[in-house]
């Protein structure tokens, strides 16, 4: 079983409509949770974190925590052309060296 | 505030070559680690330094993959012998912490074809 699992679409969406990333995780102890986009050919670049159950908005971002249920999600509100890239779920335990564990990736297309 | 730099940032090397990339962090970050990405997976941890000692190298392959940062500044990774399957981009990070945030960023990678 994989740590971090994301579907790797690609979830094409058309523009202004919410795009909706998933991510599951299979580690208990895991406390803090990322969320990256990667555009093609770019570096990483981290757009939310999240540590507790709940929602965790940013603009028109929204991550979403369920820790009993392993699971958490990106919402994009209003999405744009612009939002079109790889996005990537990040997992980390508590303590210790602080590595973070990466999911393959979500690739969304956003049309307008 | 200057980003993470790396280089070069593409490198074209035959199977059984050697290669070294490099890496500065970002002034004052004391965590850095280096990261293999294959095409369409997410990055996969080689090393964690956090200073000039080293934290996790546990995925790290030993026998042909070493990497140093002697100042606990900068920092190396090398490859030798190179093989087909390290074709990948080699991303350092450096970490951020504090004012409640905890932050990785990205050097843009470099970018190595083997053949």
């Known amino acids: 079983q994989k740590e971090v699992e994301q579907n790797s679409g690609p979830l094409s969406v058309p523009e202004g409509a919410i795009a909706s990333l998933n991510c599951t995780y299979s580690?208990?102890?895991?406390?803090?949770f990322f969320w990256y986009r990667q555009y093609s050919g770019k570096s990483p670049e981290l757009i939310m974190s999240?540590?507790?159950?709940g929602d965790k908005e940013d603009g028109r971002f929204t991550a979403q925590l369920n820790k009993a249920s392993q699971y958490v999600s990106l919402l994009i509100r209003d999405s744009q052309p612009s939002d079109s890239a790889t996005y990537l779920c990040?997992?980390?335990?508590?303590?210790?060296?602080?590595?973070?564990?990466f999911g393959r990736g979500t690739s969304l297309i956003v049309h307008p | 505030e200057a980003g993470v730099a790396q280089s070069p940032r593409y490198k074209i090397i035959e199977k059984r070559q050697s290669v070294a990339f490099w890496c500065n962090p970002i002034?004052?970050?004391?965590?850095l680690y280096w990261y293999q990405q294959i095409l369409g997976q997410g990055p996969k941890l080689l090393i964690q330094?956090?200073?000039?000692?080293?934290?996790?190298d546990s995925q790290l392959p030993k026998d042909r993959f070493s990497a140093e940062r002697l100042k606990g500044v900068d920092s190396t990774l090398k490859i030798q012998p190179a093989k087909l399957e390290d074709s990948a981009v080699y991303l350092c990070?450096?970490?951020?912490?504090?004012?409640?945030?905890?932050?990785?960023?990205f050097g843009p990678g470099t970018r190595l074809t083997v053949l």
């Open positions: 999240i540590y507790s159950n």
């Open positions: 580690d208990r102890v895991s406390q803090s």
């Open positions: 990070a450096s970490r951020s912490v504090g004012g409640g945030t905890d932050t990785q960023y």
């Open positions: 330094f956090q200073n000039n000692g080293v934290v996790d």
């Open positions: 002034s004052g970050h004391a965590t």
């Open positions: 990040a997992v980390r335990r508590s303590g210790g060296s602080y590595i973070p564990t």
